[in-house]
C-alpha cells in the first residue's frame, strides 16, 4: 500500500496511529533497541563527562599546590643558597684566622728553640745540675739551683751566680719579644725567727727573686720585661722527703715567654 504525503495529512491521529501500528515490528524492535543503546550512551556520556571534570578539577587543585609547593621549595632552595654563601664566608674567614694563628704559633715555637739554644750556648761550662735549660708549654725556662746562687738563708747572689745571670743577661739583652719571669722556690723546711728581712720561706723566695731580678736589670734587661715573684715552699718539683730532693726543691726558675700579642689580637676579632 502506497500513501502519499497528502494522503496521510488527511487522516485522523486515530487512524494515523492506526497505520503506524501496521508497520513492520521489525522496525519497532529495532527502534527501541536504539532507543535503549542512546539512552546508555548518554549515561555513559555524562558519567565521563562528570569523571572528566573532576579530574580536571584535581588536576588544577593538584597544579596549584604543585606550584605553591615549587615556589615554596624554590624560596626555601635561594634561602639556603644565601645561608651557604654566608657560610662559606665565614668559614674561609675563620680558616684564614686559623692558618694565621698557626703560622704565628709556628714562628713562636721555632723562636722559642732558638731562644733555648740562645740561652744554652751562652751558660756552657755549668754544671747541669745546678742549672738547666728546657723547654715546657712553649716557655723556655732557666732553673738555677740554690747552691749555684745563694748560701743557705742568704738573699745575696754569690759569685758564681752573678756570673750565670750576667751571661744570661747579655744573651736576652736587646730582645723585646719576651717576657721574663724570675721565680722563687724554696723547700719545706720554715725558716727560724727572721733571716735577712725575711720571715718565712715565702719572703724568703720574694727576696731572692727580686735580688735576681736587680741583678739581671743592672746587666741591661729592661725593667718592663721582668717580673720577680716567690712560690715559697709551695710548688716543688719533687717530694721534700730527702735532704737530696729538698736540694732541688730549693732553686730559682727564670721562666721566657715569647710575646704573643699578634695572636691575641687574632683572636680577639671579631
Not at 102 to 117: F, G, N, V
Request: charged share 20%; net charge neutral.
Amino acid at each position: 500500500m502506497y500513501f502519499t504525503s497528502k494522503t496521510l495529512a488527511s487522516f485522523t491521529p486515530v487512524l494515523l496511529g492506526a497505520v503506524l501500528l501496521t508497520l513492520p515490528s521489525c522496525n519497532q524492535k529495532e527502534i527501541a533497541a536504539l532507543q535503549q543503546q542512546n539512552s546508555e550512551l548518554t549515561k555513559s556520556r555524562d558519567q565521563l563527562q562528570a569523571e572528566r571534570a573532576a579530574l580536571q578539577l584535581e588536576k588544577e587543585r593538584t597544579e596549584t599546590s604543585l606550584n605553591a609547593n615549587l615556589l615554596n621549595k624554590s624560596s626555601q632552595l635561594n634561602q639556603l643558597n644565601q645561608t651557604l654563601g654566608t657560610t662559606e664566608q665565614d668559614l674561609a674567614g675563620k680558616n684564614a684566622r686559623v692558618a694565621e694563628m698557626q703560622r704565628i704559633l709556628d714562628e713562636k715555637d721555632a723562636a722559642t728553640k732558638a731562644l733555648r739554644q740562645k740561652v744554652s750556648d751562652a751558660l756552657l761550662g755549668f754544671n747541669s745540675n745546678d742549672l738547666q735549660v728546657n723547654v715546657k708549654n712553649g716557655k723556655v725556662y732557666v732553673s738555677l739551683s740554690e747552691q749555684l746562687l745563694f748560701k743557705s738563708g742568704s738573699t745575696k747572689v754569690d759569685p758564681a751566680g752573678q756570673d750565670a745571670l750576667i751571661k744570661l743577661a747579655n744573651a736576652l739583652t736587646g730582645n723585646k719579644d719576651i717576657n721574663i719571669l724570675v721565680e722563687g722556690h724554696t723547700d719545706n723546711v720554715p725558716i727560724k725567727g727572721v733571716v735577712n728581712g725575711a720571715k718565712d720561706n715565702w719572703d724568703l723566695s720574694v727576696l731572692r727573686a727580686t735580688e735576681i731580678t736587680r741583678l739581671l736589670t743592672s746587666a741591661g734587661i729592661d725593667p718592663t720585661q721582668i717580673t720577680p715573684s716567690g712560690r715559697g715552699q709551695y710548688l716543688p718539683v719533687v717530694a721534700n722527703d730527702s735532704p737530696q730532693n729538698k736540694a732541688m726543691n730549693r732553686r730559682t726558675d727564670i721562666i721566657l715567654t715569647p710575646k704573643l700579642d699578634e695572636l691575641f689580637s687574632i683572636l680577639n676579632q671579631n
